[in-house]
């Protein structure tokens, strides 16, 4: 089993729609987690922190359910410069703590 | 802010062939990583930095050996290509361990 798994997409939405992207992690004892956000050839960078609470920025909403390890990201009002790939990082203690990193899920958002 | 600098952007090279890959950070960060991404995997970490002069593998260091002589920079060599190596190569820093981490643009690099 993967440490981090995404469903890969693409999601398909117009502009305007609502769409959320789940993320399971394998290992329980994971500190931290992100979401990143990568462009089409592009670097990752950092969309947000998932704190235990659940989150929002904007329009972006993050949740953290640790008994059934997974993370949520909703995205309100898609725009279209929203599209592109979603990296679930989860923040893992293996001798040195380390990030995995999702594959990803691919937004599309169609005018 | 020039933040995390790569060079080069692309590169060919010949199987057998060597090359260094160069990442320089101007955020005084005491903790630098080399990542390759492939296609349906996520970015793997390959070797990481938690200082000027400190180096320790990743998960897939095989063929790649790094140095940190200082700490802005962290240098990533390939002494001998291989078409397994085709990968884009991304250089990160952070300040704390596996924290926010910061992202060069990237090193495109095909051996053939």
């Known amino acids: 089993r993967k440490e981090v798994e995404q469903d890969p997409g693409p999601f398909n939405v117009p502009e305007g729609a609502t769409v959320a992207f789940n993320c399971t992690y394998s290992n329980s004892a994971s500190q931290s987690f992100f979401w990143y956000r990568q462009d089409c050839r592009k670097e990752p960078k950092l969309l947000m922190s998932v704190y235990s609470s659940g989150n929002e920025d904007g329009r972006f909403t993050a949740q953290l359910n640790r008994a059934s390890q997974y993370i949520s990201l909703l995205i309100r009002d898609s725009k279209l410069s929203d599209s592109a790939t979603y990296l679930c990082?989860?923040?893992?203690?293996?001798?040195?703590?380390?990030?995995?990193f999702g594959t990803g899920t691919r937004l599309l958002v169609s005018p | 802010n020039a933040g995390v600098t790569q060079t080069p952007k692309f590169r060919v090279l010949k199987t057998g062939q060597s090359m260094t890959l160069l990442c320089a950070q101007d955020m005084n960060h005491e903790y630098m990583y080399w990542y390759r991404q492939d296609p349906g995997m996520g970015l793997r970490l390959i070797h990481y930095?938690?200082?000027?002069?400190?180096?320790a593998k990743g998960e897939v260091p095989d063929g790649y050996n790094v140095s940190r002589l200082k700490k802005q920079n962290f240098l990533l060599g390939l002494e001998s290509a291989a078409p397994s190596q085709t990968s884009v190569y991304f250089c990160a820093s952070g300040d704390e361990p596996a924290n926010i981490q910061y992202f060069g643009a990237g090193t495109r690099l095909s051996v053939l």
């Open positions: 930095s938690v200082g000027e002069g400190t180096t």
């Open positions: 990082v989860v923040k893992e203690n293996t001798g040195f703590q380390k990030l995995v």
